[in-house]
């Protein structure tokens, strides 16, 4: 708790700084109306930094807050007040995410893709459990992880990092979405540069297209039994091992497959706020503190 205590007027300034022109110098989003008194700036730092501090539950989070830093946070809202609020103010979470990568990937042409399993329950509770099923369209599905060789009940992870690990762009599909689908989405956002992939991206077609229309390289292992077979450079095989230690690390530190969430909003929110930390401090150890760029374990403390 030491830590965030220390670092909150850090990652507030920060904040402040990336969302300039969005908030007001109170650091409250721009509309007409009494302001709280725990900004929308404060709110998205401590999001932000429970997360990187890996505070997993809120509960837990408030009850520490309330108990020993009432002093710190004279302001404090309540728990509910803070969900709620922490929940509509995702999108700016997602801004600062995106300015702080801009800065960290500048000037890259080269990227990986990939996906990983967000499961919501446990297989055997998929058939009765209720969680993020208020909308059909963004209910949970059954998917297969391959890496895992094993069916899950969830969502799916995509996204794009540059080869240092820098999440440039992901998106939360339902579990049962192609990979391949995903690049519809991100060829926009790359044009001129190549992106390694594993097999689940592989289509002479859809590469191709990408390659024509948008000058999008895609670079993917081809199958022993594909004309022409050649094996990918094996630069290109350990590169591509980059983003699957980028996914590890959201498992084991900031448990992104340990799900609390009752709404698919909610698990947006959570997931949102993952990435946005693991950013963070991939900033900070880049730009502040002059260390490696994805040794985040130990950046605050």
Known sequence: ????????????????????????????????????KFSDAEVITLSLLSEALMYDSENHLFVLLHKNHKRDFPNLIDRSGYNRRRKGLAHLKEKVRQALARQLTEGEDAFLIDSMPIPICRFSRAKRARICRDDFATAPAYGYCAAQDQTFFGYKLHGVTSIRGVISSFELTQANAPDIDYLQEVKYQYPGCLILGDRAYLSNPMQ????????VKINTPMRRNQK???????????????????????????NIQKNYAKSFPGLGTRIIAKVAAFTLLQ????????????HVKYTLI
């Open 228 to 254: 022409d077979y050649r094996k990918q450079p094996a630069v290109f095989r350990r590169l591509r091992r980059r983003i699957e230690t980028v996914f590890s690390q959201f498992c084991d530190q900031f």
């Open 1 to 36: 708790m030491y830590n965030l205590i220390k670092n909150f007027p850090t990652v507030l300034a920060l904040v402040h700084k990336t969302l300039i022109g969005t908030l007001n110098k109170h650091g409250n989003v721009k509309k007409p109306g009494q302001q709280p």
């Open 208 to 215: 191709t297209e990408l390659f024509e229309e948008h000058r």
């Open 283 to 294: 900033y900070l150890n880049q730009f502040e503190l002059g260390r490696e760029l994805n």
